[in-house]
């Protein structure tokens, strides 16, 4: 079943301890869509300038996903630039120019109004309630948001946290979010205003996904190999809200939003091994369904 995502993409500039990229192709909504395109049709809205290339675009076609949604605006695309040192859970900006996204609008297709499953990549608050006024009754709306939302718009963020079903944040947003230090108490705060689900991102250390029902913990998987953190957090909402929207129109148990957030996990376990998109790329769904057998060993004990 069709998944609908609203976000960013962007140029990055990337420097971590184990190497550097220039000029990479990223954005919240590009390791999404590419995340979520190994289980489900997907449908982009974003804008890029003209100097986004072509190739990029067409890489993103062949996985199947509907580019109606993306505009091509007079202007430069979005840039980020950024390092991280020995901590990896911890990005610091460089430099961040908004380009032709300082004024994205995005309006949804006619057709795309209707789409049961949306995601709202970390865009203007005031964007997602839009969003979210063009979509008529969608089954599951799931948001993201970041720092500089929460500090800079804290009411509309507010009100449309109020309006989802499932917020997907990490731990320090969701104590700048809350001001509650412990990440269980804050999670049942925003329950309490809103979302019957809040998926917290981890990093290193995995997720917590809580819910009426309790919590669920899944660990990261352990690597020998990682190069570059950036969109990992992207990519498992692309794997989660994908295996979701992959269930059509059965009804979701509480299994499957566990399943969701293992196979969530595991495509963003590939996203950091290489820079930008590259892995995710190549990413098939046995690769996917192989690391997730790996993930079900790291918790069994032996009967």
């Known amino acids: ?8 993409m962007a140029f990055d500039s990337i420097k971590s301890p184990f190497g550097e990229a220039e000029q990479i192709v990223g954005g919240s909504a590009t390791y999404f869509s590419i995340a979520a395109s190994c289980f489900t049709p997907v449908r982009l809205v974003s804008v890029v300038g003209r100097d ?7 890489k993103l076609s062949a996985r199947g996903i509907d580019l109606q949604g993306l505009t091509v605006a007079e202007g430069e695309t979005f840039r980020w630039k950024g390092y991280y040192e020995n901590d990896l859970n911890v990005a610091h900006t460089v430099r961040t120019n908004l380009n032709v996204f300082e004024d994205f609008a995005p309006v ?11 995601f709202l990549g970390n865009i203007n608050p005031r964007l997602q309630l839009d969003v979210m006024a063009q979509i008529r009754k969608p089954r599951i709306v799931a948001l993201d948001t970041m720092n500089f939302w929460i500090e800079k718009s804290p009411q509309p963020l507010r009100e449309a946290i109020r309006n989802i079903d499932i917020l997907v944040i990490n731990e320090a947003e969701v104590r700048q979010l809350t001001g509650e230090l412990n990440l269980i108490r804050a999670a ?18 995995g997720v917590l996904h809580l819910s009426g029902d309790g919590i669920f913990a899944v660990p990261a998987y352990p690597l020998d190999t990682i190069f570059d ?12 809200m994908g295996y979701l929207a992959s269930m059509g129109d059965k009804e979701i148990s509480e299994k499957d939003y566990r399943m969701a957030t293992v196979y ?4 963003a376990s590939f996203t950091v091994q290489a820079f930008g998109t590259q892995r995710l790329e190549s990413l098939s769904r046995d690769d996917i369904a192989q690391r997730v057998s790996s993930f079900r060993s790291l918790s069994e004990i032996p009967g």
């Open 1 to 8: 079943m069709s998944l609908l995502v609203v976000g960013s």
């Open 264 to 267: 969530g996990s595991a495509v």
């Open 188 to 205: 049942r705060l925003l329950m309490d205003a809103g979302p019957e689900r809040v998926v917290i991102k981890r990093g290193e250390y």
């Open 108 to 118: 949804l297709p006619a057709e795309w109004k209707e789409t049961p499953y949306v």
């Open 229 to 240: 953190p950036t969109g990992a957090g992207d990519s498992f909402a692309g794997g989660f």
């Open 52 to 58: 986004f290339p072509e190739a990029a675009i067409g």
